[in-house]
């Protein structure tokens, strides 16, 4: 059995929070967390004295730690101030990957070489990051990256051939830190520490003692990565090849750009055209070399790691984040002095695709859904990013606050939190057309009288027809509500107590009532009957959506 290389691992605690914290010019005391989908997905250590962990909701950490300053998550803020770390770490130690902002592998032979052993290379590696960007960092050194990834977390010096041991006692939760290599299936990893647990399996050592056929058949194939990993071996079995020079792409960018997001719009199409070829062979890229030169023959490159094959997007993704820290000139790196003039992607290794297996619809790497980013990536080159968008449902009151639409490639994010309460929501299912603007209409009852609605949130007379914008009108064959709605109520409190008027703005108070109708089906039509969510706002009738 092979014996994994040597690495050598430098991680910066909290880095998502550090770099929000430094972006906002904040000092390293200030409690600070940084949250995705309402929930701590980094914290500050002041804010962990206070009781804030990874995972809580908003709500709740925020009611340990009161002056908790708040911020959303942001791979591009993480990965641009990052730049300097890697660009310091780069002036001492060649080969240096990025496995994600924060987190560094190195081979440790070549630093044991040059400055007489791993222990002195990792201190006068701590020594330039700190003289250069003054950040906190910790040093581990291992057999293997997952092992060295935890011995950094501890800032151990594992001796060869000693992986195993120290990975053997430490909890079966370590798993997750396979999260760092597989980005979106940390969640994954999750799920297989809490079977583990009930199985009562506690540490590392124990579910490395399982046969591998065993977890296989038990856990599903999946498992067999932290399986490994947890034995102290590499995160993937030895099946990598050297890719073809033929598969490495290069742009020239004429006129040079010195702008990140139009050097990115030439990063997607170059990303499909290398996953092109790669599919064309059966391959799929786990590391990334990314080389961008000047006019002026200035040059940055990177190797990126995952253990996961990269998709078009996550390849785009990846080129941004490195370009943004270089062009912005932050740290002590100087910005080039000349536009950006050639970008080239070269897979530093590949594996089959074969054993690459997604989920039927949300595949990534189908050929349908390589067209169609393939197309969505020439549109938006033509006429712009806002050209193509994709629609994210999100939370809030209003069917308009839910949905946010964001150009397609960027971060699909909601504008506000799914998982928070939202009293007063409307219930599944959501209508299906929701016009930009609500249509105006008029409800009347039996008698022709239009419906109000009274002071004590009632209807005047039950509806019997609704009329819409165009004369349109139909017979009401079913109806349910009123239900009261009232948003930001409080501030016109404030602005009484302070003697001052509330400002115009989308955030006013509001106060409205939903009523759901079913119209029937026009003589003729065959639409057959239809449903409506209406609103009563400032003394009229409007409809906001239509159930179909």
Known sequence: MAVPARRLVLWCPDWPVVA?????????????????ANRVVACSATARESGVRRGMRRREAQGRCPELVVFDHDPSRDARLFEPVVGAVEELVPGVEVV????????????????????????????????QTGVECRIGVAD????????????RHVPPGASAEFLAPLPVEEVEQLGDLLGPKRSAQAELVDLLRRLGIRALGEFAALGASEVSTR???GALLAHRAARGLEERPVERRQPPPELAV?????????????????AKALADELHAKLDSRGLACTRLGISARTANGEELHRVWRCAEPL?????????????????????????????????????????GSGGLQLDLLDSATGEAASRAARAFARVQGMLGPEAVLTGVLGGGRDLRDRVRLVPWGDERSPALPDDAPWPGRVPAPSPTVVPDEPWPAGVRDAEG????????????????RVEVSGGRSRAVVGWAGPWPVAERWWIDLLARGAGRTAPESRARPRA???????LEAETGSEEGEVALLLIHERGDWWVQGVYR
């Open 20 to 36: 929000a914290a430094r972006a906002a010019e904040l000092g390293p005391l200030v409690p600070a967390a940084v949250f995705l």
């Open 100 to 131: 994600r902002p924060g987190l560094i592998a190195v081979p440790a032979r070549g630093p044991a070489r040059y400055f007489g052993g791993e222990e002195l290379a990792a201190e006068r590696l701590l020594d330039q990051v700190d003289a």
């Open 144 to 155: 293997g990256l997952f092992a060295a990834i935890l011995a950094a977390r501890r800032a």
């Open 219 to 221: 856990f599903g194939s």
């Open 250 to 266: 290069t742009e020239e960018l004429d006129p040079p750009v010195d702008r990140v997001d139009r050097a990115a719009f030439a």
């Open 311 to 351: 998709t078009p997007a996550a390849t785009a993704d990846r080129v941004r984040w490195q370009l943004d820290g270089w062009l912005g000139g932050r740290g002590d790196r100087q910005r080039p002095t000349a536009g950006l003039g050639e970008l080239s992607l070269l897979p530093a290794e590949v594996v």
């Open 449 to 464: 009288d239009p419906v109000r609605l009274t002071e004590r949130g009632a209807l005047s007379g039950a509806p019997s």
């Open 512 to 518: 409205l009532a939903r009523l759901q109708v079913v």
